[in-house]
């Protein structure tokens, strides 16, 4: 009996983080994870939903989007991908610092995904600061005359149609900035308990599902960078 | 799980993985960004987005850990959350790309 009571007592000192409900620590990171995952599950309908009005629009209006499509710095776009790629592989290299228990690592690699998504943020900035000084930004000032379709010689554009592009493009790529400026706070976070020392090999889970997360806001860019920024290119 | 006493220490792929998978993703942004403006009609959706689909799919299985996840839940969690997106893009086009007046 005794040595029950010692037992528990010495897999508690071991595992402080191990909540009462939970067998052993594996159980209990693979139930977070697992929680996130629903999460990203019902996010991938969420942003489903703007995709296919995309794709819908886009076949009905395809040398509109063109047109609209071209108007858009493509290089701010692609550097833009590469900066998010860069602080996805800070993330994964975060998880291992706190896997590793390396804490000084943990701090940079955390403080580094933080730069790369507000050096994200800066660039989508200018580019809407572009969007505002063209008058493309949907509402009353819009104007979009005289814009010509890609490879239709004395076509131009609808002004109308090219406004539901704008549209679109507005929403996906602000509800993404927005998707990014909730990473930037969780990141906070991790950075302040990872300050704390609260990480160790043993129990780094919000380390690892706010990676999830960060990845995932990653990944929705790989699809809207070609969609939004490359439709009927041009030498 | 055959895993489960080693994936106390180092649930991580190498670093070596993690350097590789990044430097494929940046050639591919580049690929992509420059395929764009090379003429190949219809094509050059179908390229952009086989590419996009590379590059997410390379996210999810290395960096998001997908590959090696022991929980079989999140492997069935991503399917299902993949098969429910293809219902609703397939279903929706499938019918307002086969109406008459569209």
């Known amino acids: ?235 | 799980m055959a895993d489960h006493s080693i994936s106390e220490h180092s649930k991580s792929l190498p670093l070596k993985l993690y350097f590789g998978v990044w430097a494929t993703l940046l050639i591919l942004t580049y690929v992509t960004y420059r395929v764009a403006y090379v003429e190949l009609g219809p094509f050059n959706s179908v390229v952009a987005l086989v590419i996009a689909a590379i590059k997410a799919t390379l996210v999810a299985l290395f960096f998001m850990h997908v590959w090696r996840a022991g929980e079989k839940f999140i492997k069935a969690v991503v399917l299902a959350s993949l098969f429910f997106l293809l219902l609703l893009l397939g279903l929706t086009m499938a019918d307002y790309m086969t109406r008459p007046w569209s």
């Open chain 1, 1 to 235: 009996m005794a040595e029950t009571v010692m037992g528990l007592h010495q897999e508690e000192l071991q595992h402080p983080e191990l909540l009462h409900h939970f067998a052993e620590p594996e159980q209990q990171r693979n139930a977070a994870s697992l929680g996130m995952w629903v999460f990203l599950g019902t996010e991938i309908m969420f942003f489903g939903g703007m995709f296919c009005a995309y794709l819908l629009y886009r076949h009905w209006y395809f040398g509109d989007f063109g047109a609209a499509s071209n108007s858009i710095d493509a290089t701010l776009g692609a550097v833009n991908t590469a900066v998010l790629i860069c602080s996805s592989l800070t993330v994964v290299l975060a998880v291992w610092s706190a896997q590793t228990a390396r804490r000084a690592l943990l701090l940079a690699m955390l403080s580094a995904t933080m730069l790369f998504g507000l050096a994200f943020l800066g660039i989508k900035g200018y580019e809407y600061y572009q969007k505002f000084e063209e008058h493309h930004v949907p509402g009353p000032s819009f104007s979009f005359e005289n814009v010509r379709i890609p490879r239709h010689p004395g076509e131009y554009a609808n002004p109308r149609h090219a406004q539901i592009y704008f549209s679109l493009y507005f929403l996906m790529t602000g509800i993404h900035a927005l998707h990014m400026v909730v990473g930037l706070g969780i990141f906070s976070w991790l950075l302040l308990m990872a300050w704390k020392g609260r990480f160790t090999p043993t129990y780094h889970t919000p380390v690892e599902i706010g990676g999830l997360y960060w990845h995932f806001v990653d990944i929705i860019w790989i699809f809207l960078f070609p969609l939004l920024y490359l439709i009927d290119r041009h030498p």
